[in-house]
Each structure stands twice: as structure tokens, then as C-alpha cells.
């Protein structure tokens, strides 16, 4: 059971943040404006495309690939985006005996599709720039005539391996931690699967929305990017971990996903991709497993959780079964994403974030989101339902996964001090 109050401790919260997550978290869009900054010195505003690619190919892991599914949201159908993960994976050995094995990802290999060639694009982003399985694929395309860009690290091997494929290089931003004296966390369970840097989605993603936006693959009004390192900013403070869990939305989140099986529902691609989003970092921050799909098809694919044992939850009639040793029941909670332009009033401000839509609203609602809101309330399941009003698609994805990554976040901080 989560003892709420941690939350509202912020010093036990510093303590119980050994790898400083809330901190990175909150440098999100520093990182955003410096990855633009970079980007452009790199020579992508003097890049002057002759068209759009047929596709754009996105190898990568993690949140790389998160990045990639993303753009594909936000591109639409106006080109081609496909993801590319690894295929296999390989031994590498030590290069020295008395140093650490090395990590799980350096052995990674990737397969470039047989259709892939002169009128696609192929961007590799890496955070660590050391996957020999990226050089060799940078170097497939290279043999292919793809054009190749390439995020990485300035000085890894993955970034000299772009200058010999005539890649173009743009740089990963890592995080700017300061130092405040924590101590640094002691040996990880699993030393070749390290954690993954909370806020690394938003240094493989920045380049990329940058580039295609200049070759016309997405529609982003000019100063979208950079405009998101605002909405970054804003949803920082308020998720800050001094505010109190009745004003901070990812702390109150936190609490409401605690001792549940999260069931994430989305609407549309954006929140699709958000939801998608929060189960993975659910997974890596809070050690709890979740559910991600979009609607209407999750209806369907969901429905049995609602009628098995997680739906009807332990039996109400049974008063005297004894309770001394019964752990508390896991029931479901259903957490529905949704972004809703157009929402009469306006769009909000860049201090607002998304809104938590009342259980009692009455205003419109699509007839997937009707629906999923009735089979929750049918089988006594709590729903809690959050929209982002914004136009601009990637802001209200920047609101969502905002939230919900500070949510992740705090959920894993306070299960871990309980």
C-alpha cells in the first residue's frame, strides 16, 4: 500500500531520487532549446531540401523509438514513418577484465527493409553512440543511397562513423544535472540493462522534429519546437516536488494509479502516443506494469479485464472471511488520454496544463470515449480522464506525457520509500 504522505515530503523525495529523475525531468526544456540551438549550428538551417523522402526510416531503442512512433503520429499519412528496432542481439566481450560488462544495448543489431533505398531517409539516434548495430546499419543505407542523418553523442563512435557515410551530424543533448551533493546510487541490480535518462525522449526528439519539419514531412506551425520548451517549463513547476499533492496534478495521478493495474486509453494518435508512453515509463520508473491502446479497438481487446477478477475485484458479500492477512485487492483504473482542439473557451495558456474532465461532464464526447466511460462505470472501475485542449498537436502531446512522466516518476519514489 503507498503511504501518500511521502509525497508531500520533498526532502524524503530528494532522498529516495538517487538518479535525480525529478531533476531531469524538470531540465526537459533546457535540453529542447539547446538540441535546436545545436542543430542549426550542426547546418540543418541551411539545409535546403529538393522534396519530401518517400519514408522516414527511425533506428534507435528506447526512447529513440519512442520518438519515432511520435513523429508517425504527427506526420499523419503525409509520409511514410516507420520505426526501426532491433532484430538480434549479440555477445560483446569485455575490452578490459577489470572493467564493467559491457551494456545489453552495445550488442544491438538493426536491418535496413529490402525496400529501402535512394528516396528514403534513414535517421539514427542514439544516446550513447556505441552501437556497433547503427554503424553497420548506417553504413547498409550508405551502400543503398539512402540519405542518412545521425543523433549522437559529439565524439562517439556513432557520430565519426556519420562523417564516413556522409551523414548529417546532429548532436544528442545529455542531461545538465547540477551537482547538489546527492550521493551517487550504489551498484544497479542489472549493470548491462542500466535505466534509461527519464528525459531522453526530448533530446532524440527535438533534432528529428526539427529536421523533418524542414523537409515538410510534418505540418508544425514554425515555432512549434520551440514553443514546447515553454510548455516543458511551465508543467515543471507545476509538478515541482514542493507543491502539494492537491495542486500537483502528477503527484495526485500518482496516487490515484497506486495499488491498481492501469488500464491507458487514448484517443487519437497523439494521445495514443503519450499512453504508449506512460506504460513504459511506468514500467522503468514504478516497476508497475500497464496496458497502453488506443479507442475503439481497446474496447474490445480490454474487455475481459472488466469482467474477471481485477473487474468484480474481492467479494462484498463474503463480511466474515478474515482479513488479517489479506493483502489489498488490485482492481483496475482506467486512465483515458485524450486531445480535444476546438474546446469551447479557447485554447488554454502555457501555465495551464491538461485538464482532468469531471466524471459528471456533459460535454461532447466521441462515441468511443461515451462507450468507455459507460463499460467503466458498469463494472464499478474508476475512470479518470485527462484532455489537452491545445491546436497544436505536439503541444498537447508535450502536456500529456509531461504529466504522466512526472507521474511515473513520483509513483516509483514513493512505493520505493513505503
Given amino acids: 500500500m503507498l503511504d501518500d504522505t511521502l509525497l508531500d515530503d520533498p526532502a524524503a523525495l530528494q532522498r529516495a531520487d538517487h538518479d535525480r529523475a525529478l531533476l531531469a525531468l524538470a531540465g526537459a526544456g533546457a535540453r529542447v532549446r539547446t538540441a535546436l540551438r545545436l542543430a542549426d549550428t550542426a547546418g540543418l538551417d541551411r539545409l535546403r531540401p529538393d522534396g519530401r523522402p518517400r519514408a522516414v526510416l527511425v533506428a534507435g531503442h528506447g526512447s529513440a523509438l519512442t ?24 555477445y560483446v566481450p569485455r575490452t578490459d577484465r577489470a572493467a564493467a560488462p559491457p551494456v545489453f544495448t552495445a550488442g544491438l543489431a538493426w536491418q535496413l527493409p529490402g525496400w529501402a ?26 551502400a543503398r543511397g539512402c540519405a542518412i542523418v545521425v543523433t549522437a553523442p559529439a565524439g562517439s563512435p556513432l557520430a565519426e562513423a556519420a562523417l564516413q557515410v556522409r551523414a548529417l551530424p546532429l548532436p544528442y543533448v545529455p542531461p ?14 542489472e549493470p548491462d540493462l542500466p535505466a534509461e535518462d527519464p528525459a531522453a525522449l526530448w533530446a532524440h526528439l527535438t533534432p528529428l522534429l526539427a529536421l523533418t519539419q524542414k523537409l515538410g514531412v510534418t505540418q508544425l506551425p514554425y515555432d512549434a519546437p520551440a514553443a514546447t520548451a515553454d510548455l516543458l517549463d511551465a508543467a515543471a513547476v507545476r509538478c515541482r516536488p514542493d507543491a502539494a499533492a492537491y495542486t500537483n496534478p ?16 487514448a484517443e487519437g494518435p497523439v494521445a495514443g502516443a503519450a499512453a504508449a508512453r506512460f506504460a513504459a515509463q511506468l514500467a522503468e520508473r514504478a516497476g508497475r506494469p500497464a496496458l497502453a491502446g488506443q479507442l475503439p479497438q481497446v474496447l474490445t481487446a480490454h474487455r475481459g479485464m472488466f469482467t474477471g477478477q481485477l473487474g468484480a475485484g474481492a467479494d462484498p458479500e463474503d463480511f466474515f472471511r478474515d482479513r488479517v492477512d489479506e493483502p489489498d485487492p488490485l482492481h483496475l483504473q482506467v486512465l483515458l488520454l485524450r486531445h480535444v482542439p476546438g474546446t469551447p473557451g479557447g485554447p488554454p495558456d502555457v501555465e495551464t496544463g ?8 456533459e460535454g461532447p464526447r466521441s462515441f468511443g470515449a461515451a462507450r468507455a466511460h459507460r463499460l467503466a462505470a458498469a463494472h464499478g472501475v474508476r475512470l479518470t480522464e485527462y484532455a489537452s485542449a491545445r491546436p497544436d498537436p505536439l503541444h498537447a502531446l508535450a502536456d500529456l506525457v509531461a504529466l504522466t512522466d512526472f507521474a511515473a516518476v513520483y509513483l516509483g519514489l514513493a512505493a520505493a520509500q513505503s
Fill in 67 to 90: 520518438a519515432a512512433e511520435i513523429l508517425a503520429a504527427l506526420a499523419g499519412t503525409a509520409v511514410l514513418v516507420s520505426p526501426l528496432g532491433p532484430t538480434d542481439a549479440a
Fill in 117 to 142: 533505398g535512394p528516396l528514403d531517409l534513414l535517421v539514427v539516434s542514439s544516446a550513447g553512440g556505441g552501437e556497433q548495430g547503427l554503424i553497420a546499419l548506417a553504413e547498409q543505407a550508405y
Fill in 176 to 189: 545538465n544535472l547540477p551537482d547538489d551533493g546527492t550521493p551517487p546510487p550504489g551498484p544497479a541490480a
Fill in 250 to 265: 502528477a503527484k495526485g495521478l500518482a496516487a490515484r494509479l497506486a495499488g491498481t493495474v492501469p488500464l491507458l486509453w
Fill in 354 to 361: 491538461p485538464a482532468e474532465v469531471p466524471a459528471e461532464d
